[in-house]
């Protein structure tokens, strides 16, 4: 397998011959996918293999993710967009829409109205064809889409005890779509040299579908179904080993460890709506170390942010290690928002300096005429008022 990095950075390779599509295999559609998603390496396993079926025209296999709020759900979804749209054999892939569930039901009329995910599909598409486009130009790149569905667990036909119509209507509407549906749109496109309107049928049995939700209420869900008397099962303890090396035997509590697709029926997922969903993946909660890498590394981490905004003033941003651990750390108390935290925190120690770099005495000559600002463990710890 090549070492050549999937997704050339910048345009030295202009010119150069497009790869064999299948040349892209599930490894280097997973490095690209980590330069963007920390920490969930097994997810983007299953998201690089549906991409690879996908883009080599075998049936994708539809994914759900599941995680808590902050664990990159909606992040996997943006960075199956930048690697589409930064790989050029991903061109005829690139048509995506990313859309909320419940933008497409109506509460007021009770009904699934995919015509608001096909006109997002059709925008992209057009955007991506780049001229005003034929008939069969615009249906074969809709039909190629990726469709992210976010936020599906607000769409439980369930919700606070009571029957969720809505919820229902929306699930078997998407369950309607993965079975493949042909779906007329109103439109125009080009007929001998002139825009002309037009309907097209698009069939949406080659399109790829990922779902993603939080599904709160999940993990205490399975927790009492697992911990109930009756249920036959119960919690297995694991040996842990703390910071001083000490081993203590732990009962810890996991979802993966027990969850089962019949508690998503139970939390009011459609069966048959969860029958086309190929994989349900669980989103790992980020520890320290991740939520410290996704700081460092990560495209839109608050960190790396500050480091471009301040590049524009002629300062390099820089962090100590320690500084970096202490955020982190901070940041994973706040296990309820996930990476978010990180935001959160980060913001109290860089606003005052990304207003005004110059005189909270921490610059430093730099290279090349440059200056320097390195983020310390003292200043992290003075603006979060920690010891
Ligand atoms: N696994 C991850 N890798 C990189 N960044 C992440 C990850 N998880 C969350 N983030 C960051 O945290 C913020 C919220 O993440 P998001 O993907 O929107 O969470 P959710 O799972 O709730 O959809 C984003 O700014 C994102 O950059
Ligand atoms: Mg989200």
Redesign the pocket.
Known sequence: MSKEPLVPRESGNVGAAPRPIESITPPLILEALKG?????DDALRFVSVAIYKHTTGKVPGNIL?I????????????NIQRLYDETPEYVPFRAMALINANLLVDSDRMEFRPERLLAAVEQRARSVIGHPPTAAELKETMERATICV?EIDKMSSILAGKPNAIGVALQQGILTLMEGERIPIKTHVMVEGADTPATLEIDTKGMMFIC?G?FEGLYDQVFSRVTNPGSGESLRSVAVRNADGQVTIEVRFSLADYFKIEDLFTYGMVPQFIARLDNTVL?AD?GVE?LK??LLS?????FVRSRRYLAVMGIDLEIEDLAASIVSEQAEKHSRT???A??TIFSKIINPIEFDPWSNGALEAGDNGRQRLVVTAAMVRRALGLG
């Open positions: 963007g998603v920390l920490g969930q993710l995680g808590n709020s902050g664990t990159g759900k909606t992040t996997i979804m943006n976010d993603g939080a989103l980020l991740s890498q996704i990560a495209y839109d981490s608050p996930g990476a978010r990180l935001r």
